[in-house]
């Protein structure tokens, strides 16, 4: 796998990867990622792909980061000592 660009993000990690004929847009919050592959064929412009990444997806990642956790933890809780 190979990093092909870090996108600035002011609370995410945000990583464009090439695998496998595929890009990866990465998004990490603290122990929780979020994966979304491209087919390399489907993007020919990375710096336009950037501006698409606008503050609306990354609000809607946000919520999904917050429901990820909840279940997690949802998940956990039957193996919490009192």
Known sequence: MRL???IP???FLVSLHQYNDNYL???TLDDYQQQFKV???DL???DQFEQLLSPAFY???LQDFIRMRE???QLLKPLQHD
């Open 44 to 46: 020919q412009n990375i």
């Open 4 to 6: 092909v660009r870090q």
């Open 25 to 27: 847009l990465s998004i």
């Open 59 to 61: 609000s809607a990642c």
């Open 71 to 73: 279940r997690w933890l």
């Open 9 to 11: 993000h002011e609370h």
């Open 39 to 41: 087919p390399v064929s």
